[in-house]
């Protein structure tokens, strides 16, 4: 059995940039960010950021090409495609992306998606999820 299935909880990276198919179908990609954080064996906190390439086809792609913008939450669920094509140049070139089947948007920050001002006053908590401290041993894990 195979299965190629992607959570990723992040944030976009860049607007939503909106075309349409031949066939007239919507598309829209964008970039989401991720990040992991942890302690190393001396006990320094480390981040790692990962960027994401998502792509959204059809009557979902207008609703993200709508109400998300550069630094909004998003929930992505989807697979990962690798798409190969020949450059103008000759080159060959590849790229991984994340074919979204569903996307969720994420709490608003300070005022609506479609407002480039935030509003005065209004904040919003969101929650966080705390990580143990001590390091975890993959051996301790019963199963």
Not at 16 to 24: D, H, Q, V, Y
Request: glycine share 8%; net charge negative.
């Amino acid at each position: 059995m195979n299965l190629n299935k992607v959570f990723i909880i992040g944030n976009l990276t860049r607007d939503p940039e909106l075309r349409s198919l031949p066939s007239g179908a919507s598309v829209v990609s964008f970039g989401v960010a991720t990040n992991r954080i942890w302690k190393n064996q001396q006990g320094e906190k480390q981040e790692d950021v990962q960027f994401h390439n998502i792509v959204v086809f059809g009557k979902q792609a207008d609703s993200v090409a709508q109400y998300l913008k550069k630094g909004s939450s998003v929930l992505v669920e989807g697979r990962i495609q690798t798409r190969n094509w020949e450059a103008q140049d000759g080159t060959k070139r590849n790229k991984t992306e994340i074919v979204a089947e569903r996307v969720q948007f994420g709490p608003k920050r300070g005022g609506s998606a479609a407002s480039e001002k935030p509003a005065v006053g209004k904040t919003e908590e969101l929650e966080t999820i705390e990580y143990p401290e001590e390091e975890i041993n993959p051996e301790e894990i019963p199963f």
